[in-house]
C-alpha cells in the first residue's frame, strides 16, 4: 500500500505561481510512475502531467503545457507540479496519484493505483 500527500494548495489571484507537493510512503517510490490530476463539481478529473520513473520523460495536458512543470525527487520521494500564470480556471481539487504500470500515457486516472486526498486550489480573477 502507497500513501499519498499532498500539500501546497491555496488561494491565490490570477497570474500568480503555486507549487503543489506529493510526497510518498512506498520504500521504492523511484518505481513508480505519478501524475497529477484536478477536479471540479460536476466534471470528471481531468489529467494534468505525468512523469517517469526517474523524472526524464513527462507529459502534459494541453490546457496546462507551458504553464506547469511536473519534476520529481526520488530522494525525497516527491514530486511537485509548478503552476505559473495561474487563471480561475485552474480552480479545482488537484490530486496525485501513483502506479507501476501505467498503459495509457500518463494521463489517464484509471491507470493509476494510488490516489491521494487532494489538495485544494482556487485562482482568483
Known amino acids: 500500500q502507497v500513501q499519498l500527500v499532498e500539500s501546497g494548495g491555496g488561494a491565490v489571484p490570477a497570474g500568480a505561481s503555486l507549487r503543489l507537493s506529493c510526497t510518498a510512503s512506498a520504500s521504492d517510490f523511484e518505481n513508480y510512475l505519478v501524475g497529477w490530476f484536478r477536479q471540479t463539481p460536476g466534471l470528471e478529473r481531468e489529467g494534468l502531467a505525468g512523469i517517469s520513473w526517474r523524472g526524464d520523460i513527462a507529459v502534459y495536458a494541453d490546457s496546462v503545457k507551458g504553464r506547469f512543470t511536473i519534476s520529481r525527487d526520488n530522494t525525497k520521494k516527491t514530486v511537485y507540479l509548478q503552476m505559473n500564470r495561474t487563471e480561475p480556471e485552474d480552480t479545482a481539487v488537484y490530486y496525485c496519484?501513483?502506479?507501476?504500470?501505467?498503459?495509457?500515457?500518463?494521463?489517464?486516472?484509471?491507470?493509476?493505483?494510488?490516489w491521494g486526498q487532494g489538495t485544494q486550489v482556487t485562482v482568483s480573477s
Open positions: 496519484a501513483a502506479g507501476k504500470n501505467i498503459p495509457h500515457g500518463l494521463l489517464v486516472s484509471g491507470d493509476y493505483d494510488y
